[in-house]
C-alpha cells in the first residue's frame, strides 16, 4: 500500500494555512509551526508505523497558538482518504480519565466518598473480604484481578465470533472475583478495567442514571464535545477511523499483518466505564484542557487527581511514572506530563497533557492515533519516535 502523509499547521484562531496535497510534506515555514520543529521526521515516524503493517496514524498537536495534526495511510483500506483530524475512533482506556472526573466531581458534591468502600453504595458487589474504596478504584490499587485475563477471547478468531457479544459489568465484576484478590487492597498497583466497571456500577446505582447520561451531563454537554459520545450499539457515527485487527497464524494469534480484519463494529470489547467513549483529537484537546486548567474540578480536587502512586515495572518501561485518579503521569524525555494510553481491538491511542494546559490556549497537548491493535512490533519504535518528536522535537 502506499504511504500517504501530510502535516498541516494551523492558528488557534481557526485559520488554515496552505495545507498542500495529500502527497506533500509540510515544511515549518510553509505551515505554521516554529522553526526548530522537525515536522518532516515527525510524519516520518508515522509513515514508519503505516510501513510496519497498521492502514493509518495521525498525531495531533495543540501548543500555544498553534494547532498542528500530521497524518499516514488511510482512514479505512477501501479509502483514499487520510486521517483527519475531525474523524471520531474508540479511544479505550482513556475513557478512564473522563469516567474519573466524573466521579471526583459527585464527589465534590458529596454524593459520593473518596475513601468510603464500594459496600456503602453497593452492598454485595464485593465480597466482605475486600473492603475496596473509590480511591483504590481510581488508582488501581483495588487487588482485583482484571477480567480480560479470563474471557476467554485469546485469538483474532474468538473476537471476530463475539464481536457483538454485550456483556453486563457486574458479569465481568463477578468472572474477576472468582480470581481476586492479586494483592491487598491499596498495597500496590495493578492495572485493571474491573476497577473501572465497579465505578461503573457505583456511579449508576448512586445516582440512578446511566453512566452515558452522566457523563452527557458532567462533561460532554458542558464542554460542547460534539464528536464524543458513550456508544449504544456497535457503530460509529458520523466521519471515524476504520480500526482493524489482524488475523491469526497457525501457532500465533494476533499476527497475520497480511490479513487484516475491519473491527470498527464491535460490542464484545467495549468495557463500559473503563473503555467506551468515542471522541475525537480536537475533543480530546478540550477535555484535557478544561481539566488540567480547573474548568471541570476545583483546585484541591485536582490536586487529589493528582496525587500518584508508583506503578509497576511494565508500565514504567512505557515511560509512566505514576499513576493518579484517573490520570497518569509520564516522562516523554523532556518533562513531566499528564495522559493516558488506551487500545481496543481496532485502535490504538496515546494522549498527553502539560501540567499548565487551559482552555486559554497555554500549555500542550498531544493526540496520537493508530487504526490497529494490537500493534506489530515493529511498530513500537516508530510510534514513540512519532510522540518524542511531537512533543519533545526530538
Known amino acids: 500500500m502506499k504511504n500517504l502523509a501530510i502535516w498541516v499547521g494551523l492558528t488557534l484562531c481557526g485559520c488554515a494555512s496552505d495545507g498542500g496535497s495529500a502527497e506533500t510534506r509540510g515544511s515549518a515555514e510553509t505551515h505554521g509551526s516554529t522553526p526548530h520543529d522537525p515536522i518532516n521526521a515527525t510524519v516520518g515516524a508515522l509513515d514508519d508505523v503505516v510501513a510496519a503493517g497498521p492502514p493509518g496514524a495521525m498525531l495531533y498537536r495543540s501548543r500555544p497558538n498553534e494547532m498542528s495534526y500530521g497524518s499516514s495511510g488511510r482512514a479505512a483500506t477501501n479509502s483514499n482518504s487520510l486521517p483527519d483530524l475531525y474523524d471520531r475512533w474508540r479511544i479505550a482506556s482513556v475513557t478512564k480519565p473522563f469516567v474519573a472526573t466524573v466521579v471526583l ?4 458534591q458529596g454524593v459520593l466518598e ?19 474504596t473509590l480511591r ?46 492479586v494483592a491487598k487492597p491499596g498495597a500496590e498497583y495493578h492495572y ?5 466497571r465497579v465505578l461503573e456500577v457505583v456511579l449508576e446505582t448512586a445516582t440512578g442514571e446511566k453512566l452515558g447520561a452522566l457523563l452527557d451531563e458532567h462533561i460532554i454537554e458542558p464542554l460542547q464535545l460534539s464528536d464524543t459520545s458513550f456508544p449504544s450499539d456497535e457503530t460509529i457515527s458520523g466521519p471515524h477511523l476504520h480500526g482493524y485487527m489482524p488475523s491469526d497464524l497457525a501457532d500465533e494469534p494476533f499476527a497475520d499483518q497480511a490479513h487484516l480484519i475491519d473491527y470498527t463494529e464491535q460490542t464484545v470489547d467495549q468495557t463500559g466505564g473503563a473503555g467506551a467513549l468515542i471522541s475525537s483529537a480536537s475533543d480530546i484537546d478540550t477535555f484535557y484542557r478544561a481539566l488540567l486548567g ?40 523532556c518533562g513531566e506530563v499528564w495522559g493516558h494510553g488506551g487500545s481496543t481491538r481496532g485502535y490504538t491511542t496515546l494522549t498527553f497533557a502539560s ?6 490556549g497555554e500549555g500542550a497537548t498531544l493526540v496520537l492515533v493508530i487504526t490497529q491493535d494490537p500493534l506489530p512490533p515493529a511498530a513500537y519504535e516508530p510510534t514513540l519516535r512519532a510522540v518524542n518528536l511531537g512533543w519533545c522535537g526530538k
Open 192 to 196: 485493571t478495567d474491573t476497577n473501572y
Open 294 to 333: 480547573g474548568k471541570l474540578l476545583s483546585a484541591p480536587m485536582l490536586r487529589e487527581m493528582q496525587r500518584t502512586v508508583p506503578v509497576d515495572e511494565d508500565s514504567e518501561a512505557l515511560g509512566t511514572t505514576g499513576s493518579g485518579l484517573g490520570i497518569e503521569s509520564w516522562d516523554l524525555g
Open 355 to 360: 501540567a499548565d494546559a487551559n482552555a486559554e
Open 114 to 132: 473518596l475513601d468510603a468502600a464500594v459496600e456503602r453504595y453497593v452492598p454485595g458487589l464485593l465480597p466482605a473480604s475486600m473492603p475496596i
Open 136 to 181: 483504590q478504584l481510581l488508582n488501581h490499587t483495588s487487588g482485583l484481578a482484571d477480567y480480560h485475563d479470563f474471557d476467554g477471547l485469546e485469538s483474532a478468531a474468538d473476537f471476530d465470533a463475539r464481536r457483538l457479544d454485550a456483556p453486563s459489568a457486574r458479569d465481568r465484576i463477578a468472572l474477576a472475583v472468582e480470581r481476586s484478590p
Open 105 to 108: 466531581r459527585l464527589v465534590e
